[in-house]
Structure formats: structure tokens, C-alpha cells
């Protein structure tokens, strides 16, 4: 199925097409092929004179091949961002504007695809040709990155909340860092995806493919990207900096178990000298024929150990 866009009266109506002849009678100037079929693409080659090639959002494709004009079309591959609460990713759009009418193959539904959806139907004189769509498409993109970034800024608060508080145990200390570590995934793929949409509208800008009013609103579009590389810096730095902080209370933790078993065998090494001391075979040692002998060594072994401890915490090396 096909989503056909046309505008009418300044805005933008959808309808789907599952048949060669509904294309016909409409004159779209965007045309949404998700996850096409190869009848599908038949379809746009017979009615359109397009091909679409069978590699058109391969992931794999060269930087090279993914910005460029060819026999009067202008062919772009971009990444859009996906934020989901189980596995954010980057999805490849291929865009080939052909005729005045864009095309757009991707292979699942995106969020800023949806969105401009809604606000072309809702705001007249918004969209006024398909150049109009991949610009509105790229606003869009960099609108919905500075809402998932204010989102990770959010999320590591709570975490911040959690890790600087005065007692981190090993439990709250893991939660803490699978969740920085989310937060770092989903902070680089939006820095990845900012840098996709600069190279995108860049080569609009130098293709002179723009009127006046659109190339004003591309420079717009990269002012904001520019705002945003500096807010994904500052993040990368507060999620560096929780990492440390989160690690560095794992290693306390870690530290105090150390030390107990540290005071635990400097505390237990007298009594076992003592007892070594009175295990040893020799035929002349006064205090194995003394009636209190026994309770003696007990006695220095208790003390031994006693000692030790009262200093230790006299010096504040337990606490």
C-alpha cells in the first residue's frame, strides 16, 4: 500500500493506494512507501518513470552514494531516530525527489513522519510543494531530537538523585549505571542523526534545488542543529561524569569490605603468634606446668584481639 499525499486548498490530504489505476486520477507531491513491496515499486516505475533501486536503504550503502543528482532527480539517504523505551535506534529514509513529487522509502513507521502528518492537516499554508515536505521533514527531525534530549536530561537527573545521595548499595549502584548507559546509547545516536540531517540540508542548500524562502528556513534548520551538538556535548559530559560518580562508589563499597577483612587479620594475627607461641614442643616452658597457664594465654589472645579494634576505631578507621 502507498501513501499519496496532495494538497489541496493549503493542506495536505492522505489516502492509500493498493492498486496500479487509484494512481491515476491524483496528482501527489509526496508519495510514503513503507517497507515496499516489489509490485509496489513496479507500480511508481510504470505510472512515475522512477526506478527505485533494490538497495535504496541498505545500511551498508557508501557515504558517497548517499547525496547526489542523477538524470534530473535528487536522491537522498537520511537516518531518523526512533525513541522507544526498549531499543531507540536510527532507521535509513531513502528521499528522491523526481518531478516535483518526493518520494520516500523506509522500512517501519516514524515518529517525525507521523508528526508532520498531523500538522499538515491542522495548519493551512504550512506545505507548498514536495521541497517544502523534506524540509518540514528535517524541522520536524530536529524538533523531535531536542524533545528526546530534554527527555535524557530528565532521566539523568533521577539518576543523579539516586546515585548522590549519602548511602549507594551495589543494587542501586547497577541500576544506575544500566540506565547511564542507555542514556549514553540514545544521547550518541541523536548526535549521529543531527549530523545526518546537517550533511541532508547542506547538500539542498549547495544543489541551489531552494527558493529564497526555503533556503532561509534550511539555515534556520542547521542553527538549530547547531544548539543541539552543544546541548549533546554538555550531556556527554554530565553522563561522564555520573559514570565516574557511580564507579566511584562501587569502588567505596568495595573498599569498606576490604577494610573489614584488613582490621579482621591484623586483629587475629597476635593471638595466633600467642598460640603458635604455646603450641610448640620444648620441654622447658615455665607456664606449661602453671595452674594458670591456660586461662592466661586465653586471656592475651582476647586481649590481643581487643586491642587492635579499640585502636583502630579510636582513629576513626572503622567508621
Not at 516535483?100 to 498531523?118: T, Y
Not at 524541522?139 to 545521595?165: F, H, P
Not at 538549530?224 to 559514570?243: P, R, V, Y
Request: aromatic content about 10%; charged content about 30%.
Amino acid at each position: 500500500m502507498l501513501n499519496v499525499f496532495t494538497l489541496a486548498n493549503g493542506r495536505l490530504f492522505q489516502e492509500e493506494i493498493d492498486r496500479l489505476e487509484d494512481l491515476t486520477p491524483v496528482s501527489p507531491i509526496w508519495v510514503d512507501m513503507e517497507d515496499p513491496t516489489p509490485e509496489e515499486k513496479g507500480w511508481i516505475a510504470q505510472h512515475y518513470g522512477l526506478i527505485i533501486p533494490q538497495d535504496v536503504i541498505d545500511d551498508d550503502l557508501e557515504e558517497s552514494a548517499r547525496f547526489y543528482e542523477e538524470d534530473g532527480a535528487v536522491h537522498i539517504r537520511s537516518d531518523f531516530l526512533i525513541d522507544d523505551d526498549e531499543t531507540p535506534r536510527n532507521v535509513r529514509v531513502a528521499f528522491i525527489l523526481h518531478n516535483n513529487v518526493l518520494f520516500s522509502i523506509h522500512k517501519e513507521d516514524l515518529p517525525v513522519f507521523r508528526l508532520l502528518r498531523m500538522r499538515a492537516r491542522r495548519i493551512p499554508a504550512l506545505i507548498e510543494d514536495a521541497k517544502d515536505v523534506l524540509l518540514k521533514l528535517y524541522d520536524a527531525d530536529a524538533e523531535y531530537s531536542a524533545d528526546t534530549l530534554e527527555g535524557i536530561y530528565d532521566d539523568l537527573e533521577r539518576v543523579s538523585n539516586r546515585v548522590l545521595k549519602s548511602e549507594v548499595n551495589d543494587s542501586d549502584a547497577a541500576e544506575a549505571l544500566a540506565a547511564i548507559a542507555r542514556q549514553e546509547d540514545l544521547n550518541g545516536r541523536i548526535r549521529r542523526n543531527v549530523m545526518d540531517t546537517r550533511r541532508a540540508v547542506s547538500f539542498m542548500m549547495r544543489a541551489r534545488m531552494l527558493n529564497t524562502e526555503q533556503f532561509e528556513e534550511a539555515r534556520q534548520i542547521l542553527r538549530d542543529i547547531d544548539s543541539l551538538d552543544s546541548h549533546t556535548a554538555f550531556l556527554f559530559d554530565k553522563i561522564n561524569f555520573l559514570m565516574d560518580a557511580t564507579v566511584g562508589f562501587i569502588n567505596i563499597n568495595q573498599n569498606k569490605i576490604i577494610k573489614i577483612f584488613s582490621v579482621a587479620s591484623v586483629a587475629l594475627l597476635p593471638p595466633t603468634l600467642i598460640a603458635s607461641i604455646y603450641g610448640m614442643n620444648f620441654q622447658f616452658m615455665p607456664e606449661l606446668q602453671w595452674r594458670g597457664g591456660y586461662p592466661l594465654a586465653l586471656g592475651l589472645m582476647v586481649l590481643s584481639i581487643v586491642t587492635p579494634f579499640w585502636y583502630f576505631r579510636r582513629k576513626g578507621w572503622l567508621n
